[in-house]
């Protein structure tokens, strides 16, 4: 019992000490630190402060701190006799920098305070402490060789601005010498009446976080559901469908990912973003009882036969990826096959970026980084299959269009810096647009929260990319209905494909997979699988072309109606908005 009441009023002291040492430097923020000069700095008396306190010689502490101010009342006093001797001309054109120099500071103090009040430890509170010394002396450093004197308007401006916000903390009074003993203007923590009673605090001092300030925080999940019908009555209002269910009508699977994300608790979940995620192993897939999971697989539409669309595939597949070749074998069958014919010409272009490393070694080379795995391994496959598709492609740290869209969209760029996009690996383009994205990572021993992270962010980014390609389809068509967008995420020798549409909600269905081979080991009928899932992937897209293409033409006033649309689908994305400004010049 003995410990815990000494634990109690060491928790306590710490808490005291803490609200005490936020007065003191919210109050150092205001004052004026003059290089070299004889007086004590108030970060000084603020750190003498608190390793005196405790609550036997909390007197003595705020004793001398009081003794401090009045010492640098002092250097006032000689500031104003200062003053006196000023030019006034020159003090004038030099207000505005004061000025701003003061809102920086105040700026500065608000985003190191942030969260200071809510810490207890001894440790975070002398980390604090080191941290708004360093903003002291930036502050001493911006201001520079300037007289004491014209630093005098500062006080005033900078306590017209503690005033005006309920976040601020009462500063300590300088007074005369005649109120020294009229403690109750000290806004630091006073002894406790008893050993149960919790000591005084200042009765300004709220608990909140500034950082409420400061960030976007999330909302109430009600207050988004009903934003989020105002982007499902747009999406009706382009044309794309707004019910989800399944192909008899009795299983309403809306309702079911409306009733799943009502139970999922909050946190970086892709369902969040308004995204219901069919992919391998997703949370709201494995939530689905059995009729629900045939009904939700079922609504997408079949992937179409590659001889529809490259008639000798299968002769060419027959004749260079037999399942007995190795490597050698099928490079040697390969460049046998007359180059005219663009699946021999691609099936070609695949193996030759094998052999960069499969001539020389049976295995691809465990050293390869990130780059040269996608690019030489991965990408050629994907690229190929985009070729053959008529879909043009870029790669390496391309910039996502939807997604730079949604971050600037609500920003004035006269007065805001422009928000940074997201990159892409690789994406193919539709008309000048963005249909198709790809995240990838190293090819052997990669981190596996590399995975959970590319896949969350290749998945907002079709959300973003969705929007955006309607958009861009209203301005001239109407855009088709179930408009989709197309992604791979590449994790290790796997890549897995993504469609994603909307339909009441952000629709997002895995529609194949592959394992790239990186042995010699039965290399040509893994090869094979691989080409067949990479083309029948570039047929859906091809299939989304062709859907484009036959888009009716809008009339004026539906183009209207269409751009009246998009401005009601709102930002659904829950992370924080963060406020970038241009600089003052």
Known sequence: ????????????????????????????????????????????????????????????????????????????????????????????????????????????????????????????????????????????????????????????????????????????????????????????????????????????????????????????????QTKFKETVGAFGCLNQPTTWKSADGTIDLLSTFTSFLARRPRGPFIEHEYVADLSEGASFLNSLSREEFSAALESQPATPLLVTNWSTVMEVFDRVLAPEFGFEEAYLAARKESMLDPVAEFVHSVLYSFGTYLQVDKSIPHSLNEREAFADITWPIIRGALRLAGIASRYLEVPIQGVDERKNAHRNLINESKAHTHFADGVGLLDGGQAYLAEASVLFSPDPRKRHIDEYKLKRALRDTLISQIRRIAEESVPPSGTSVFGSTSFADKTKYYRLDFCGAFRLVQVGSMTVPITDSNFGGRMRRCLTSALEFAALIMQEKKQREGARDATMKERHEFARACTKIVRTTTSPAAKTKKSQE
């Open 1 to 224: 019992m003995a410990t815990g009441r000494n634990n109690s009023n060491n928790n306590t002291a710490e808490k005291s000490a803490a609200a005490a040492l936020t007065n003191a430097h919210h109050y150092a923020q205001q004052q004026f630190i003059i290089k070299g000069h004889p007086y004590p700095s108030l970060s000084a008396c603020a750190k003498a402060f608190y390793n005196q306190f405790s609550f036997k010689d909390h007197g003595s502490a705020t004793d001398s701190f009081r003794a401090s101010l009045r010492a640098i009342q002092k250097k006032h006093d000689w500031a104003a006799e200062l003053l006196k001797n000023t030019d006034s001309a020159e003090f004038r054109k030099e207000e505005k920098l004061l000025h701003q120099s003061a809102d920086r500071l105040t700026r500065k103090r608000s985003h190191t305070i942030a969260g200071f009040a809510d810490k207890q430890s001894d440790r975070l509170v002398r980390d604090t402490l080191v941290t708004n010394t360093t903003i002291l002396r930036e502050g001493n450093r911006i201001l520079g060789d300037l007289t004491i004197g014209k630093l005098s308007s500062i006080q005033t401006h900078a306590e017209q601005m503690s005033s005006s916000s309920s976040l601020r903390l009462k500063t300590p009074s300088i007074s005369s010498e005649s109120e020294e003993d009229n403690r109750s203007s000290i806004p630091f923590p006073r002894a406790p009446a008893g050993k149960d009673q919790p000591p005084v605090m200042n009765p300004s001092y709220t608990g909140e976080s500034p950082l409420k300030d400061l960030v976007t925080l999330k909302e109430d999940p009600a207050e988004e």
